[in-house]
């Protein structure tokens, strides 16, 4: 199912790479001026785990997920809704795009529970309000999000009203909700690779499970892999492609072959 000007693409962007050399950002501002309506949502891992250093605090993961204390929080939320969305809104901007940062505490737009309290202060998103992204689209600018959510029950875990949530799964759930055409995950690497380390260019969202289940696909790429599986109840296709390659995204909306694709 290709797009076409006027559809709703949801790409998820790795947010510490961007200004750093990949096409993400020239990509992105090309289909939204050929009338395309991207919605960025992106992540910030890295730039999380430095700054949480800065604060004398050792990042730790739980399954790949952040384990996230209240003064891990306080880091990420800053991070991720303040440093890492302003710095790629000013890089769509110089060049040549209209780009709004928003979270997804903005309008509630997100909302999430307690996942684990092993994990501490991380969300299992249970509800999404796309409103604030379809006014951004419909002021004609690209809605950029951080992923972070309301958290739905605050006495659950003491008061926090704000959880840290997984970007891709973020991405996945938004995507859903606007019923978007297209969901393509920018990565650094070629896509999903079997056993054999051979690019799958094309997989069905069982093949994809089974993927996942043989532990074939491990780490970051899981979350990516079941977002998109999961957001095809109303997605048209999910990708996992190289962000680092000029051109790779608009090879994607445009149905050629690249990375990954599941349906």
Request: aromatic share 2%.
């Amino acid at each position: 199912m290709i797009a076409r000007p006027g559809d709703i693409i949801v790409i998820k962007v790795g947010g510490s790479t961007l200004g750093e050399g990949d096409s993400t950002t020239p990509d992105i501002v090309e289909l939204w001026k050929r009338g395309f309506k991207p919605v960025v949502v992106h992540g910030g891992g890295k730039v999380i785990s430095d700054w949480v250093r800065k604060q004398g605090i050792q990042p730790e993961f739980v399954r790949g997920l952040r384990k996230t204390d209240r003064a891990t929080l306080d880091v990420a939320v800053a991070v991720l809704a303040g440093l890492v969305n302003s710095e790629i809104v000013a890089e769509f901007i110089a060049c040549g795009g209209r780009a709004i940062g928003i979270s997804g505490v903005s309008g509630a737009m997100l909302k999430a529970e307690v996942m684990d309290p092993e994990l501490g202060l991380v969300g299992r998103i249970v509800a999404v309000d796309p409103a604030p992204v379809l006014a951004i689209l419909n002021a004609g600018a690209v809605p950029v999000v951080a992923p972070t959510a309301i958290n739905a029950n605050p006495r659950e875990a003491g008061e926090a009203r704000i959880l840290n949530v997984n970007a891709d799964t973020s991405a996945g759930q938004l995507a859903k909700a606007l019923k978007a055409r297209q969901l393509v995950f920018q990565t650094d690497v070629e896509g999903v690779l079997d056993a054999t380390r051979r690019l799958i260019p094309r997989m069905t969202r069982r093949q994809a499970r089974e993927l996942i289940d043989s532990g074939v696909a491990g780490g970051g790429m899981i979350p990516k892999i079941e977002a998109c599986a999961d957001a095809l109840e109303t997605v048209g296709s999910g990708h996992i492609i190289d962000g680092r390659i000029a051109g790779a995204l608009l090879q994607c909306i445009a149905g050629e072959d690249t990375g990954t694709r599941i349906v």
